[in-house]
């Protein structure tokens, strides 16, 4: 979940690699670091901090040369601070630049202090360093060293290592964590993804697990776990666009949130016929089905769980929706499970990843549904489907969300439809319906207006609740999650049945409850929890549909102390249309607070470690 970069024989390397971390900095930003290889050794410069730091020392102190590595960090073993910074050097003769944990570190560590290696870091990554050293002085080529130095290590890893003993090549590896290389006519780049090398190239090779080798100039050798010499097909993916900017906006998630409509737009649209039916782009015979498995983390992991309810509802195919990290520690039984869906927007967090691998070890067919259309999960799985909301650079993920629970609404419908629960009218009410979504999305925008003034209350807050029923619990769930990682303010998201059964206890004078409502078959019942709420001396923010926001009011007219709707909908896009208050509501709480949007304390937007 650190970004990692490399390049052999691009001139002025540097500005090449600076640039490719960051299109690579969404995968961490704790410390950034660049070495080039000099007649002499490395020139290496460090900072602590995003990107801009290491930006500023290099244009300060600038490198020359035309081979270097680059890493951004998302610090794992090792606190954030430069010694922890890599490139991690090694003696003088290896530099590293590594992404993910090896885990038998301790153990190797413990061997390389007793023969005298000293340590310089905190970091799993230096272990690496050392063994290169060693290896490198036991073997009379790079590749074989590399090959030595992985008969060492265990865990999941993807590095590239620098050396002065080969100053033409670059030993790379990759297991588990992703590791791509790019071609150009000139020089031969690594990374840890297509996207980090769009500026230079399109050309490229998607390392396999336990995948090794190393790269000049102008040659790619690789191996494969077995150590025999592999060629891995050149894949020319799709022009990656340009660092992607503001286009005005504050920040890239106020972007992104406001880019919903075309998210699902064009999510629709590549899942729709002429006639403006749904189609999957591949077949999925939702018949011969038994159960699903959705597996997901984070934000995904609650799209997943609103799908769950959809597939279950309308199809009558039932779902275990689980968060990725646990599910296959757990020993789940499979016997029913013929179809496992890993969500994710990049495609490549671990433990989803590992996941879907799993099942497929135990003979479940995968599928991936992804935003990035080259991530590991897309390559890797039998079928893939894809959200077409663009690249998301905010840490916290907005369209992409939306887009996934637009195709989990139609991956349900479509299920529903061939296995014989919707009929037909049903199945194009709900196309028609659909096809509204992004006007209405468009609409439901002005929501951003009432809650810019609601949310100085909600800043000073200490912590909050979220309540929903049906398909709204997971959005209360997303809400809380939004405004924990946004705003660092603590908050919980309970089904609103389940708030008698424990959390009331917290209810206190002032406590924030965020309700949220749609006209529903739970709008009774969400009322009552909200009144019991209330009478406790609970702050009510109602985040509800037009018809269900009038009903509390006549109901129960001071009720709320703050009200945001949305324009009314079928019960079935209620999760998607309140999504967009919910998401707002954290966006200014974080504004307000002043803390980093974009880029939240301890987070990264993508994590391929477990
Ligand atoms: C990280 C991000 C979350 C994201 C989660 C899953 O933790 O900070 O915003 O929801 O990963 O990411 P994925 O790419 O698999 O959807």
């Not at 504050?250 to 999510?267: C, G, N, R, W």
């Not at 590991?376 to 629970?405: C, D, F, N, W």
């Not at 909200?530 to 009510?540: N, Y």
Request: proline letters at 4%; hydrophobic letters at 45%.
């Amino acid at each position: 979940m650190c970004g990692i970069i490399g390049a052999i024989g691009y001139p002025n390397a540097a500005d090449a690699l600076l640039q490719g971390l960051r299109r690579l900095e969404y995968r961490g930003y704790d410390s950034a670091g660049i070495a080039v290889s000099t007649k002499t050794g490395f020139d290496v410069r460090r900072a602590v901090g995003k990107l801009n730091a290491l930006a500023e020392v290099i244009s300060t102190s600038p490198l020359k040369g035309n081979t270097g590595i680059g890493h951004t960090r998302w610090a794992t073993h090792g606190g954030v601070k430069i010694e922890n910074a890599h490139p991690i050097l090694a003696q003088d003769r290896v530099a590293v630049v590594h992404n993910g944990i090896i885990e038998n570190h301790r153990t190797l560590r413990k061997s390389l202090e007793a023969k005298g290696c000293k340590f310089t870091s905190d970091t799993d990554t230096e272990v690496l360093a050392h063994l290169f050293v060693d290896a490198m002085d036991n073997t009379d080529n790079l590749h074989d060293a590399t090959a030595k130095v992985l008969g060492q290590i265990e865990g999941a890893y993807a590095f590239v290592i620098m050396t002065t003993d080969y100053p033409d090549q670059l030993a790379i590896a990759r297991q588990a964590s992703p590791l791509a290389v790019g071609l150009t006519d000139e020089a031969i780049f690594v990374g840890s993804d297509a996207i980090a090398m769009g500026d230079v190239t399109q050309k490229i090779i998607f390392l396999k697990d336990g995948d090794y080798g190393t790269i000049s100039h102008d040659h790619v050798h690789l191996s494969d776990s077995d150590g025999q010499t592999v060629n891995r097909e050149v894949v020319v993916v799709a022009a990656s666009p340009g660092l992607v900017s503001k286009e005005g906006y504050h920040h890239f998630m106020e972007k992104e949130i406001h880019e919903q409509p075309d998210a699902v737009l064009h999510t629709l649209s590549a899942m729709t016929d002429s006639n403006g039916g749904f189609h999957l782009p591949q077949f999925i015979d939702f018949t011969k089905l038994t159960a699903m498995a959705y597996l997901a983390a984070g934000t995904s992991f609650h799209a997943g769980l609103i799908g769950r309810y959809w597939m279950e509802q309308l199809a009558d195919l039932p779902v275990v929706t689980e968060i990725a990290s646990e599910f296959r520690y757990r020993h789940p039984s499979l016997r029913q499970i013929s179809l496992a869906l890993g969500i994710s927007q990049s495609g490549e967090s671990l433990d989803t990843l590992m996941a879907l691998r799993y099942m497929a070890e135990k003979g479940v067919n995968t599928a991936a549904l992804v935003n990035v259309d080259t991530s590991t999960m897309a390559r890797e799985s039998g079928l893939h489907l894809i959200t077409r909301a663009g690249p998301e650079i905010g840490v916290a993920s907005t369209k992409s969300y939306m887009a996934q629970m637009t195709v989990l609404l139609i991956l349900a419908v479509v299920a529903g439809h061939q296995r014989g629960i919707i009929p037909d009218q049903r199945r194009q009410e709900i196309e028609a319906m659909l096809s509204s979504l992004p006007r209405l999305l468009g609409e439901s925008m002005a929501c951003s207006d009432t809650i810019k003034p609601m949310v100085a209350r909600l800043a000073k807050a200490k912590s909050c609740l979220y309540l929903g029923r049906g398909t709204l619990y997971p959005l209360a769930l997303e809400g809380a999650l939004k405004l924990k990682e946004l705003s660092y303010i603590h908050a919980e998201g309970y089904a609103g049945g389940e708030m008698k059964h424990g959390p009331i206890a917290l209810i206190e004078e002032g406590l924030p409850v965020v309700a949220i409502l749609a006209d529903d078959e739970h709008l009774g019942k969400m009322i009552s929890n909200v009144v019991e709420a209330k009478a406790r001396g609970a702050d009510i923010l109602l985040v509800a549909t037009d018809s269900a926001a009038r009903q509390v009011v006549e109901e129960s007219p001071e009720l709320a102390e703050m009200v945001v709707t949305v324009p009314d909908c079928d019960p079935l896009l209620a999760p998607l249309l309140l999504s967009l208050p919910i998401q707002f509501l954290a966006y200014f709480t974080a504004v307000h607070k002043g803390t980093d949007v974009d880029q939240p304390r301890n987070l990264a937007k993508s994590v391929t470690v477990e």
